[in-house]
């Protein structure tokens, strides 16, 4: 059986794994599902469908899985999906997604998420990102793995963000914002590539030339961005592992709508 405080609140219909522990006057409602190892502290309200991997940190007063603030909404049956790992600290909110989406928002997995942070309905947020204090998240938004939102962010509706970019901290982020790439400021600008975020997460030296390549080529050329996808994609086979990087960019360049930080 889970460890349920006496002063908690867990609907009948909830599934807790045997090893869930739930803190002091939480509530949990209908429709959530919580996997083996996870802890929900003080206060916090869960509201379904909601699922919750393994392993999560779930900090006080957190508000998980309510209806998404759409004024669209009218109570179709979304869901929020967290996956496992993740730290969750005080005072998040993250809402469940829209049927005008996927009606998913969805969380991967190792995510450091700090207090005060908001993930809207429909966000999908990948695995082992940070999002520092009070950042958030607008609707339909989409984060990559690795990246990093800075404190006081806001990151606006149908954002992308690429995979291991970092934004500064108080990033008004209004356009899609390429992987690898540092950007801060409003109106936001881009300041170079992640270049310590690579070597933390074991780039070898080739590859990290081959990322600052491209980011001359798209931020430092005077090319189009027509004339600088093309330059970046003749950049195929020219660094050993390098491949995947030089099509994650080019792969994200050609979905991009709203255009790009540039």
Not at 110 to 116: E, P, S
């Given at each position: 059986?889970?460890?349920?405080?006496?002063?908690?609140?867990?609907?009948?219909?909830?599934?807790?794994?045997?090893?869930?522990?739930?803190?002091?006057?939480?509530?949990?409602g209908?429709?959530?599902?919580?996997?083996?190892?996870?802890s929900?502290?003080?206060?916090?309200?869960i509201?379904?469908p909601?699922?919750?991997?393994?392993?999560?940190?779930?900090?006080?007063?957190a508000?998980?899985?309510?209806?998404?603030?759409?004024?669209?909404?009218?109570?179709?049956?979304?869901?929020?999906?967290?996956?496992?790992?993740?730290?969750?600290?005080?005072?998040?909110?993250l809402?469940?997604?829209?049927?005008?989406?996927?009606?998913?928002?969805?969380?991967?997995?190792?995510?450091?998420?700090?207090?005060?942070?908001?993930?809207?309905?429909?966000?999908?947020?990948?695995?082992?990102?940070?999002?520092?204090?009070?950042?958030?998240?607008?609707?339909?938004?989409?984060?990559?793995?690795?990246?990093?939102?800075?404190?006081?962010?806001?990151?606006?509706?149908?954002?992308?963000?690429?995979?291991?970019?970092?934004?500064?901290f108080?990033?008004?982020?209004?356009?899609?914002?390429?992987?690898?790439?540092?950007?801060?400021?409003?109106?936001?600008?881009?300041?170079?590539?992640?270049?310590?975020?690579?070597?933390?997460?074991?780039?070898?030296?080739?590859?990290?030339?081959?990322?600052?390549?491209?980011?001359?080529?798209?931020?430092?050329?005077?090319l189009?961005?027509?004339?600088?996808?093309?330059?970046?994609a003749?950049l195929?086979?020219?660094?050993?592992?390098?491949?995947?990087?030089?099509?994650?960019?080019?792969?994200?360049?050609?979905?991009?709508?709203?255009?790009?930080?540039?």
């Amino acid at each position: 059986m889970a460890s349920v405080h006496a002063t908690a609140i867990v609907d009948a219909t909830a599934e807790l794994a045997a090893s869930v522990c739930v803190g002091p006057y939480a509530v949990i409602g209908a429709g959530v599902t919580v996997g083996e190892g996870t802890s929900i502290g003080a206060h916090c309200v869960i509201e379904g469908p909601t699922t919750i991997g393994r392993d999560n940190r779930i900090f006080s007063h957190a508000a998980l899985g309510g209806a998404p603030q759409d004024m669209k909404y009218r109570g179709e049956p979304t869901q929020l999906v967290i996956g496992d790992r993740n730290t969750i600290r005080e005072f998040c909110t993250l809402n469940r997604g829209t049927a005008q989406d996927t009606g998913v928002t969805r969380v991967g997995d190792d995510n450091w998420i700090m207090a005060y942070v908001h993930i809207a309905h429909d966000v999908q947020l990948g695995h082992r990102t940070i999002l520092a204090n009070n950042a958030t998240l607008a609707g339909h938004v989409h984060v990559g793995d690795w990246v990093i939102v800075g404190g006081l962010s806001g990151v606006h509706q149908f954002c992308k963000i690429g995979a291991h970019a970092m934004t500064g901290f108080q990033s008004h982020v209004s356009q899609d914002v390429p992987p690898f790439m540092m950007v801060s400021g409003h109106p936001l600008a881009e300041h170079g590539f992640n270049v310590e975020g690579l070597r933390r997460r074991g780039f070898s030296r080739e590859r990290i030339a081959l990322v600052k390549q491209m980011h001359r080529l798209l931020y430092r050329s005077g090319l189009t961005l027509e004339q600088a996808r093309g330059a970046i994609a003749a950049l195929v086979g020219s660094v050993e592992g390098g491949d995947d990087d030089v099509r994650l960019l080019l792969d994200f360049l050609a979905a991009a709508k709203r255009g790009i930080v540039r």
